[in-house]
Nanobody
Framework: QVQLVESGGGLVQAGDSVRLSCAASGRSVSNVPMGWFRQAPGKEREFVAGIRWSGSNTYYPDSVEGRFAISVVNAKNSVYLQMNSLQLADTAVYYC????????????????????WGQGTQVTVSS
């Protein structure tokens, strides 16, 4: 079992930066696939960042490429999401997720591939 707890969300202005944290317990996340997803009201959960192989492999959808960065700090057993140049469209509840399974590149982007989820943290971007 893996427990995940997100933090760092809040109300920010367009153009600001925010760093989300995801603290894991129960097992090490240094070698498991992890992802960040977000869900806006009335929309499906959307992939925003993934990390594999102890951080050597990261990937993003086009909507956040160049603005978001995922990283892992093994000593803290935590994963982070640095979000820069925030836009109104980034407003959502952000979730981190993990799985003990090996995932393909395509599977890594599918929320159904993950077994463990945090409770989410709200990020609201205002104009």
């Amino acid at each position: 079992q893996v427990q995940l707890v997100e933090s760092g969300g809040g109300l920010v202005q367009a153009g600001d930066s925010v760093r989300l944290s995801c603290a894991a317990s129960g097992r090490s996340v240094s070698n498991v696939p992890m992802g960040w997803f977000r869900q806006a009201p009335g929309k499906e959960r959307e992939f925003v960042a993934g990390i594999r192989w102890s951080g050597s492999n990261t990937y993003y959808p086009d909507s956040v490429e160049g603005r978001f960065a995922i990283s892992v700090v093994n000593a803290k057993n935590s994963v982070y999401l640095q979000m820069n140049s925030l836009q109104l469209a980034d407003t959502a509840v952000y979730y981190c997720a993990a799985t003990s399974n090996r995932l393909s590149y395509a599977q890594s982007r599918d929320p159904k591939s993950y077994d463990y989820w945090g409770q989410g943290t709200q990020v609201t971007v205002s104009s």
